[in-house]
C-alpha cells in the first residue's frame, strides 16, 4: 500500500510564503514526476507545478516566479515552496505521484489528502 501525505498548509497574509510537502510511504520501487495541484472553490483542480525524476520543471503560468517545486529522492518527498502568496491562491492542494511499487511494471497514480491553504488579511 502506498501512501502520499500532504502537509505544511495553513493561513497565512498576502505577500508571505509557505511550504508543503508530500512525504510518499509504502513498498515503492521508483518515484517518476511529482507535481502539486490546487483546487478552489467552485473550479476544477489545476495543475500547479510538475517536476521529474532528472530535475525538469514546469509551472502555471499564474505562479511562475512565485513558487517552486523541488523533491529528495532519497526520503520519495516533494515540496512546493510558495512566495508572494495572493489571495487567488486559496485553494486546496493537492500533491500527486507517478510510481511503481515493488513487484510491478506498471506506473500508476496516486494523490495525497489535500492540505488547505488560505491567502487573507
Known amino acids: 500500500q502506498v501512501q502520499l501525505v500532504a502537509s505544511g498548509g495553513g493561513l497565512v497574509q498576502p505577500g508571505g510564503s509557505l511550504k508543503l510537502s508530500c512525504a510518499a510511504s509504502?513498498?515503492?520501487?521508483?518515484?517518476?514526476?511529482m507535481g502539486w495541484y490546487r483546487q478552489a472553490p467552485g473550479k476544477q483542480r489545476e495543475l500547479v507545478a510538475v517536476?521529474?525524476?532528472?530535475?525538469?520543471?514546469n509551472y502555471a503560468d499564474s505562479v511562475k516566479g512565485r513558487f517552486m517545486i523541488s523533491r529528495d529522492n532519497a526520503k520519495n518527498t516533494g515540496f512546493l515552496q510558495m512566495n508572494s502568496l495572493k489571495p487567488e491562491d486559496t485553494a486546496v492542494y493537492y500533491c500527486?505521484?507517478?510510481?511503481?511499487?515493488?513487484?510491478?511494471?506498471?506506473?500508476?497514480?496516486?494523490w495525497g489528502q489535500g492540505t488547505q491553504v488560505t491567502v487573507s488579511s
Open positions: 509504502g513498498r515503492i520501487f521508483n518515484i517518476y514526476d
Open positions: 500527486n505521484a507517478g510510481l511503481r511499487t515493488v513487484g510491478s511494471t506498471r506506473i500508476e497514480n496516486y
Open positions: 517536476i521529474t525524476t532528472d530535475g525538469s520543471t
